[in-house]
């Protein structure tokens, strides 16, 4: 499986954001899907999960409310949409699959397929 994220760049605080992850599977419907994000220094935290149907979804404390993750299993593709960013959520932002699709979880060890990053600049 290939994931491919696109979709950062620089932002003023305040701004949005839609991250697209696109995947090279046709069960792309069976795998729970994941965001994590890295900032220089600091090790890979979760971010948003979303199990294969789509109808549960869990977020980090730091984006609750602000974040919003879905899936369109029709295209294979996986979303982030961030709203109300900060400076502190610049980042390498990740997209994870996990083949264990009915269950979100949030640790790397869990994931089994990465994407590479795309970076997400926020401006002060």
């Known amino acids: 499986v290939q994931l491919q994220a696109s979709g950062g760049g620089l932002v003023q605080a305040g701004g949005s954001l839609r991250l697209s992850c696109a995947a090279s599977?046709?069960?792309?419907?069976?795998?729970?899907m994941g965001w994590f994000r890295q900032a220089p220094g600091k090790e890979r935290e979760f971010v948003a999960g979303?199990?294969?149907?789509?109808?549960?979804?869990y977020y980090a404390d730091s984006v609750q409310g602000r974040f919003t993750i879905s899936r369109d299993n029709a295209k294979n593709t996986v979303y982030l949409f961030m709203n109300s960013l900060k400076p502190e959520d610049t980042a390498f932002y990740y997209c994870?699959?996990?083949?264990?699709?009915?269950?979100?979880?949030?640790?790397?060890?869990?994931?089994?397929?990465w994407g590479q990053g795309t970076l997400v600049t926020v401006s002060s």
């Open positions: 599977t046709r069960t792309f419907s069976t795998y729970a």
């Open positions: 994870a699959a996990r083949r264990a699709g009915g269950v979100i979880r949030t640790t790397t060890a869990s994931y089994d397929y």
């Open positions: 979303i199990n294969w149907s789509g109808d549960s979804t």
